[in-house]
């Protein structure tokens, strides 16, 4: 009798829009960057054509320091996709630079009523399909 080993459950893909792609590929290279607007100076995310807040087309690719605060929680406790199994987290983080993405914390974890208000820092998870996704993880060097 031959076992077969069950594939990983494939991550869901990115949307690879023309204002996507550079995004992904320096989350690929493990270095996020994102948009900059050169005129009113806010980072742009999800990346767009014009800044959001001044309407101008004077935008740059920028590093960012992949630190910031937990704005939002919450754990699933029900299973919507195969490579996430329940239970599973997602916050919304206020990135060092002002913008605010979506993600999930890494172990350890806090206590329950403890998320919202700690700082985080971004580490890059291939996942088992190979696809490499930006996640957070407690900081606890306090920035340093």
């Not at 949307?15 to 009113?40: K, N």
């Not at 699933?76 to 990135?95: C, E, G, Q, T």
Request: with cysteine.
């Amino acid at each position: 009798m031959t076992e077969t080993r069950a594939e990983a459950p494939r991550t869901p893909q990115p949307v690879m829009g023309l204002y996507d792609t550079m995004m992904w590929q320096t989350i690929r290279d493990g270095a996020l960057q994102l948009q900059h607007c050169e005129s009113c100076g806010t980072t742009l995310y999800p990346p767009a054509p014009v800044c959001p807040h001044c309407l101008s087309d004077k935008l740059e690719w920028r590093a960012v320091s992949g630190r910031g605060t937990v704005l939002s929680w919450v754990v699933f406790h029900k299973s919507y996709l195969d490579a996430y199994p329940a239970p599973y987290n997602v916050i919304a983080v206020r990135l060092d630079e002002g913008a605010v993405i979506v993600s999930n914390l890494e172990p350890p974890l806090p206590d329950a009523g403890s998320w919202i208000g700690r700082k985080v820092k971004m580490i890059y998870k291939t996942m088992p399909d190979g696809l490499v996704l930006p996640k957070f993880v407690l900081d606890t060097d306090g920035g340093a």
